[in-house]
T-cell receptor
Framework: AQSVTQLDSQVPVFEEAPVELRCNYSSSVSVYLFWYVQYPNQGLQLLLKYLSGSTLVKGINGFEAEFNKSQTSFHLRKPSVHISDTAEYFCAVSIPMNNDMRFGAGTRLTVKP | EAGVAQSPRYKIIEKRQSVAFWCNPI?????LYWYQQILGQGPKLLIQFQNNGVVDDSQLPKDRFSAERLKGVDSTLKIQPAKLEDSAVYLC?????????????FGQGTRLTVV
């Protein structure tokens, strides 16, 4: 089965600084990749997804991610973060033919003033 | 478009009691998921339905957990009897097409506390 590893459990960063949240996946077949954000006491909201085509994917709230097949990575980036970006971020992978979506353990992004 | 609805939002029960959670997916979505999210961890897939059939329940503790999806629409997840380690947020999600998961839409979850 496919799996996801998020390399950092916590990432503290100052406001307006750039940030990168790292995600690596493992799968023997082609995959779809996702980043979700979870604010306190809320469900998961989709930030962006990679299905096919261009390896650079742009999402909501100024986030983007790059699919790197050779390194099996899908890192999330934002050039300048805001206090409101403080949340838990989850990378997820699914197998197109069976809708089986698996999540990483999450990265807690804390943006400090 | 209405989102995924879950109830209740919060539930506190004593160990060995029973509990049930309800989920109403987005209209027309073929795939429905139940995830368990323990504090500080990512969501873990418990069961996946395609219409009213089970696609994957390999991580469902079947000795105490059960789930059904009536007529391929609403779903209920039950725990009987509950253990302390079942304390978690239970997330329901749905996906628009069978066979190709372009994304999953999540409800707000049910926070279960077992004391």
């Amino acid at each position: 089965a496919q799996s996801v590893t998020q390399l950092d459990s916590q990432v503290p960063v100052f406001e307006e600084a750039p940030v990168e949240l790292r995600c690596n996946y493992s799968s023997s077949v082609s995959v779809y990749l996702f980043w979700y954000v979870q604010y306190p006491n809320q469900g998961l909201q989709l930030l962006l997804k990679y299905l096919s085509g261009s390896t650079l994917v742009k999402g909501i709230n100024g986030f983007e991610a790059e699919f790197n097949k050779s390194q099996t990575s899908f890192h999330l980036r934002k050039p300048s973060v805001h206090i409101s970006d403080t949340a838990e971020y989850f990378c997820a992978v699914s197998i197109p033919m069976n809708n089986d979506m698996r999540f990483g353990a999450g990265t807690r992004l804390t943006v400090k003033p | 478009e209405a989102g995924v609805a879950q109830s209740p939002r919060y539930k506190i029960i004593e160990k060995r009691q029973s509990v049930a959670f309800w989920c109403n997916p987005i209209s027309g979505h073929a795939t429905l998921y139940w995830y368990q999210q323990i504090l500080g961890q990512g969501p873990k897939l418990l069961i996946q339905f395609q219409n009213n059939g089970v696609v994957d329940d390999s991580q469902l503790p079947k000795d105490r957990f059960s789930a059904e999806r009536l007529k391929g629409v609403d779903s209920t997840l039950k725990i009987q009897p509950a253990k302390l380690e079942d304390s978690a947020v239970y997330l329901c999600a749905s996906s628009p097409r069978g066979g190709r998961a372009t994304e999953a839409f999540f409800g707000q979850g049910t926070r279960l506390t077992v004391v």
